[in-house]
């Protein structure tokens, strides 16, 4: 028989046998405060610390405190034909028996449920878990000050412990709307946790909903980026991979073009470019006018340390001289190429780019833009780190990126075997 209720406003079935709230005030919370130990000691100093939380103790705190516990016992029932509350020198306790607490009792359901989830029987969890969820009627000791905020936080989590084993029967039953509807109210209460958005993806989609599970991701991705600065874990990956299929490439892309050897005439540029990139430069520019051998020096100079950047090396012609590439259609074509399928990246051109970002922070890529229009065409496009780095060729003079070493290439000078023939 439950005596004491505090999944909600603290209740207690009294001598009498009818249960109700008592009396407001301090009994209540010194009460309360037993309740969040019961069976356990708890120091006269900490009841009196609980009881006068936001003011200074009067001097009769502790004579106070003995005429609460008096009206306590007069209101609660013996325990074992013993006292209920129990008192030592410098401490207190309450004697709670099995069954008499309603928050015992929704632990004990839990657990059974998640027992019979685990053996297959998911009707009968559905059963237990119902009953511990109608034994909340609001926020664990509601309208009363207690201290022991983690005791209300165990309780807060064995409510969420619930919620999710009933959604996890109500899919085992075939029931997928409820469990995305139990799912969704879950990620509005909680939206930091990633466990409960890959349960509702794998719902959504078992429901036959691809779509909204992917859009449930983008959701999930967006506010941990948000809120935490951090990209989706293992568990939410899986679930997207679930519903889309993993995009993840079988090898490294190797994009870079043949390169011309020997590259006459550029010695001396190939060696600052080699020195440049192996000093772990974020980016080099390459300038010149059109038919200078700015594409040349770049593959050349890229294939010379491609194996510093095992997770692939890309070439991009961004069309400078022509109609210059969109920034959106350059970062999702360098997404792609990472192994993100379209569905999911994202529309907006600056989620792109910080994702980009992202990518390359636990990557060693290179990445060759080939005849940029101007700086704002490849600002948003470079690497954030050291690890990867970037080779920009461009027709414009005064092209400038900050912190990038620029080489300018005029016409070409004659090597020296090129000098002995003449001669």
């Known amino acids: 028989m439950v005596l004491f209720q505090v999944l909600g406003p603290l209740e207690v079935r009294g001598r009498d046998g009818v249960t109700g709230r008592p009396a407001g005030g301090k009994p209540a919370t010194v009460l309360a405060a037993l309740l969040t130990q019961p069976n356990a000691w708890v120091a006269v100093d900490r009841l009196i610390e609980n009881t006068w939380p936001e003011q200074a103790a009067p001097a009769s705190a502790e004579a ?12 609660l029932p013996e325990h074992d034909a013993g006292p209920r509350i129990e008192g030592r020198a410098g401490a207190y306790r309450l004697h709670v028996g099995p069954g008499e607490l309603d928050a015992d009792c929704a632990a004990a359901l839990a657990c059974d449920a998640a ?28 309208g009363l000050d207690v201290l ?23 899919f ?26 890959a349960r509702l993806m794998r719902a959504e989609h078992a429901r036959g909903r691809p779509a ?42 190797r994009e870079l073009p ?6 006459v005439g550029r010695e001396r540029e190939l060696v600052v470019l080699d020195r440049a990139l192996t000093g772990c430069a974020p980016a080099v520019v390459v300038t010149g006018a059109a038919g200078m051998g700015k594409t040349a020096l770049a593959v050349a100079a890229a294939h010379r340390v491609s ?40 529309a907006d051109a600056d989620e792109r780019a910080a994702l980009w970002r992202s990518e390359l922070a636990g990557r060693r890529v290179l990445v ?13 496009l470079l690497p954030a780190t050291g690890r990867s780095a970037a080779i920009v060729t461009t027709r414009v003079r005064d092209f400038s990126l900050a912190g990038a070493m620029t080489v300018h290439l005029g016409p070409k000078r004659a090597s020296a075997r090129q000098l002995e023939r003449v001669a």
């Open 258 to 263: 043949r390169a011309v050897e020997p590259l």
């Open 307 to 346: 194996e510093r950047f095992p997770d692939g090396q890309f070439f991009v012609d961004l069309h400078g001289g022509s109609r210059p590439l969109a920034i959106a259609a350059v970062l999702e074509r360098l997404l792609r190429g990472l192994g993100f399928p379209p569905a999911l990246i994202p």
């Open 64 to 75: 106070n405190l003995k005429t609460y516990m008096w009206q306590l016992r007069r209101l």
């Open 368 to 380: 060759v833009f080939d005849d940029a229009a101007a700086r704002g065409q490849v600002a948003a």
């Open 148 to 170: 022991a905020d983690d005791a209300v936080e165990r309780l807060d989590e064995l409510h969420r412990q619930l919620r999710e084993s009933l959604a996890e029967a109500q």
């Open 115 to 142: 027992q019979a989830l685990a053996a297959g029987t998911p009707g009968t969890a559905l059963t237990l878990v119902e009953q511990g969820l109608r034994l909340w009627r609001g926020r664990p000791f509601e």
């Open 172 to 197: 085992g039953l075939g029931r997928t709307a409820d469990a995305v509807a139990t799912l969704q109210a879950l990620t509005v209460d909680d939206p930091l946790r990633e466990d409960v958005w």
């Open 212 to 253: 909204q599970a992917l859009a449930t991701f983008h959701r999930a991705r967006r506010l941990l980026a948000a809120e935490l600065g951090v990209r989706p874990g293992p568990e939410l990956m899986k679930a997207f991979q679930a519903v889309h299929g993993s995009g993840a490439p079988d090898r490294p892309r």
